[in-house]
């Protein structure tokens, strides 16, 4: 019942910039979080950011202090604020959306690929 939109992705160069952002539509409830999540080849997917409705964040480490997650309530987006990018950033990023009541459901983005050359 909710539908994810991503945009963002590309190639950039190390120490760059990118700008993700994930809108999300349907049935939206008021508890919920969005976020992103990063997938390498071979890898489990890994938590980049996420934020819930009330506005707490929660970082990995590996990007603490270069990514920002930020999200417009009334249009139910979470963007994320790429700076200081490294080559070990290069993975695909999927936009994640949870609600929590009724009951808990997960949703997923399609990905976008974030490049970044050294």
């Known amino acids: 019942q909710v539908q994810l939109v991503e945009s963002g992705g590309g190639l950039v160069q190390a120490e760059g910039s990118l700008r993700l952002s994930c809108v999300a539509s349907?049935?939206?409830?008021?508890?919920?979080?969005m976020g992103w999540f990063r997938q390498v080849p071979g890898k489990q997917r890994e938590l980049v950011a996420t934020?819930?409705?009330?506005?707490?964040?929660t970082y990995a480490d590996s990007v603490k202090g270069r990514f920002t997650i930020s999200r417009d309530s009334a249009k139910t987006t979470a963007s994320l604020q790429m700076n200081s990018l490294k080559p070990e950033d290069t993975a695909v990023y999927y936009c994640?959306?949870?609600?929590?009541?009724?009951?808990?459901?997960?949703?997923w983005g399609q990905g976008t690929q974030v490049t970044v050359s050294s």
């Open positions: 934020i819930t409705s009330t506005g707490i964040t």
């Open positions: 994640n959306f949870v609600i929590y009541l009724p009951r808990v459901e997960n949703y």
């Open positions: 349907g049935n939206v409830f008021r508890l919920n979080s």
